[in-house]
């Protein structure tokens, strides 16, 4: 019964795992296809995302079957309460990759309004406790690039769609970037039994579990 836990909480692992690096993917997707102003790259995010969905709802039933079936505890039952949460927060990482695709869609039968250089760097990957300090950089080169765009359609009212699209997909990155830190949260939760939420560091009450009867960190 013990080793058929054990191999329920690797696949878990391993869902969430996959899970993400199809979320990077996605992300690294909607931004190429912006870049690259290629509109079947970005319909082929819209396709991705779908199995996204998927994929949480696979996550969740695993989570709480081994909730309701195993009782977990300590260290167990952080992970795989983090993971109903990781899971989450990237299926909607997910739904704002589709939103970056859509206005890659739009804009790829517009002329270029500018260089894209500051919406790549909101798109960047980093370990979880340093995405936890990067977002607050991610939110101020969102707020300079809102009103580098802002100047664009008040010189120029023909750039408004153009620069409105490339707004909507900084913010979309922006919420993005949220979301990453959630999930770096949780990690960092589930690895160290540390809340780091709000910029606390608080280490959980160290108890007398199951864990520890097992032998188990």
């Given at each position: 019964?013990?080793?058929?836990?054990?191999?329920?909480?690797?696949?878990?692992?391993?869902?969430?795992?996959?899970?993400?690096?199809?979320?990077?993917?996605?992300?690294?997707?909607?931004?190429?296809?912006?870049?690259?102003?290629?509109?079947?790259?970005?319909?082929?995010?819209?396709?991705?995302?779908?199995?996204?969905?998927?994929?949480?709802?696979?996550?969740?039933?695993?989570?709480?079957?081994?909730?309701?079936?195993?009782?977990?505890?300590?260290?167990?039952?952080?992970?795989?309460?983090?993971?109903?949460?990781?899971?989450?927060?990237?299926?909607?990482?997910?739904?704002?990759?589709?939103?970056?695709?859509?206005?890659?869609?739009?804009?790829?039968?517009?002329?270029?309004?500018?260089?894209?250089?500051?919406?790549?760097?909101?798109?960047?990957?980093?370990?979880?406790?340093?995405?936890?300090?990067?977002?607050?950089?991610?939110?101020a080169l969102n707020?300079?690039?809102?009103?580098?765009?802002?100047?664009?359609?008040?010189?120029?009212?023909?750039?408004?769609?153009?620069?409105?699209?490339?707004?909507?997909?900084?913010?979309?990155?922006?919420?993005?970037?949220?979301?990453?830190?959630?999930?770096?949260?949780?990690?960092?939760?589930?690895?160290?039994?540390?809340?780091?939420?709000?910029?606390?560091?608080?280490?959980?009450?160290?108890?007398?579990?199951?864990?520890?009867?097992?032998g188990r960190a």
């Amino acid at each position: 019964m013990e080793r058929h836990f054990e191999l329920e909480l690797e696949a878990l692992q391993e869902q969430v795992l996959l899970m993400g690096g199809r979320v990077e993917s996605i992300i690294q997707k909607s931004i190429s296809a912006l870049e690259r102003r290629d509109p079947a790259l970005a319909r082929q995010v819209i396709v991705d995302d779908v199995v996204i969905d998927r994929m949480e709802n696979e996550i969740d039933e695993r989570c709480l079957r081994l909730l309701a079936l195993q009782q977990p505890l300590a260290g167990d039952l952080r992970f795989i309460t983090g993971a109903l949460k990781i899971s989450n927060d990237l299926e909607r990482v997910g739904d704002h990759a589709v939103n970056i695709a859509g206005g890659a869609d739009r804009l790829a039968g517009l002329p270029p309004l500018k260089p894209l250089v500051d919406i790549p760097r909101l798109a960047t990957a980093e370990t979880a406790r340093q995405i936890c300090r990067r977002d607050d950089a991610v939110d101020a080169l969102n707020r300079q690039l809102f009103r580098e765009l802002i100047s664009f359609m008040i010189e120029d009212p023909s750039t408004i769609t153009r620069a409105m699209e490339l707004i909507l997909v900084a913010r979309n990155l922006e919420r993005v970037a949220d979301l990453a830190t959630n999930v770096a949260e949780e990690v960092v939760f589930i690895a160290e039994a540390r809340v780091i939420k709000h910029g606390a560091e608080v280490p959980t009450v160290k108890r007398l579990t199951r864990d520890d009867d097992f032998g188990r960190a």
